[in-house]
């Protein structure tokens, strides 16, 4: 059995593709500096903020409930509701017609115009029949001495030829 395995990035942007794939652009890491806003009353805005989230079940699961929110660090909470009971059902029908080991449902937000109303963490959730996973955080910071935690990368770059050998069949 495959465990479950949920995560979530947030971007600038998530453009839908014509061949059905997303392209997200601009990952954000962990922590942002942001400016501050000019005068303590008024507000600070990120131009658009979105999220990925991608979420995948062994195929022999059965999931009910997937609820998706964002905490604000004001103590704000952004629910975005439930994935539609139909959606999670033809992603378990879909891989068990295929034979494919996952179920795979991805949720993409996008949050124009984001407001921000306080500096500190910014903490996407999501919640799968009960079960609470912390998918995606975004620290925003105005502190010009605030030090970026490095993000820790393992890039590989397989440079081998792959060649595909004929499989022989016998009857």
């Given at each position: 059995?495959?465990?479950?395995?949920?995560?979530?990035?947030?971007?600038?942007?998530?453009?839908?593709?014509?061949?059905?794939?997303?392209?997200?652009?601009?990952?954000?890491?962990?922590?942002?500096?942001?400016?501050?806003?000019?005068?303590?009353?008024?507000?600070?805005?990120?131009?658009?903020?979105?999220?990925?989230?991608?979420?995948?079940?062994?195929?022999?699961?059965?999931?009910?409930?997937i609820?998706?929110?964002?905490?604000?660090?004001?103590?704000?909470?952004?629910?975005?509701?439930?994935?539609?009971?139909?959606?999670?059902?033809?992603?378990?029908?879909?891989?068990?017609?295929?034979?494919?080991?996952?179920?795979?449902?991805?949720?993409?937000?996008?949050f124009?115009?984001?407001?921000?109303?306080?500096?500190?963490?910014?903490?996407?959730?999501?919640?799968?029949?009960?079960?609470?996973?912390?998918?995606?955080?975004?620290?925003?910071?105005?502190?010009?001495?605030?030090?970026?935690?490095p993000?820790?990368?393992?890039?590989?770059?397989?440079?081998?030829?792959?060649?595909?050998?004929?499989?022989?069949?016998?009857?």
């Open positions: 059995m495959q465990p479950k395995s949920v995560a979530g990035l947030f971007c600038e942007d998530i453009r839908s593709e014509r061949s059905g794939a997303f392209t997200l652009i601009g990952i954000m890491p962990d922590n942002a500096n942001v400016p501050a806003p000019p005068m303590p009353d008024q507000r600070g805005i990120i131009p658009k903020l979105c999220l990925y989230i991608r979420m995948n079940f062994d195929a022999a699961d059965t999931v009910k409930n609820s998706t929110k964002v905490r604000l660090p004001d103590g704000n909470e952004l629910d975005m509701g439930p994935v539609a009971p139909n959606i999670v059902e033809q992603a378990f029908e879909s891989s068990r017609t295929n034979g494919s080991p996952l179920a795979i449902i991805a949720v993409r937000v996008e124009p115009g984001f407001p921000i109303t306080e500096l500190g963490r910014i903490i996407a959730e999501v919640t799968i029949d009960e079960e609470v996973f912390i998918v995606a955080q975004l620290n925003l910071s105005s502190d010009p001495n605030h030090k970026q935690a993000m820790v990368e393992d890039v590989r770059h397989y440079s081998q030829r792959l060649e595909l050998k004929p499989t022989s069949t016998t009857s």
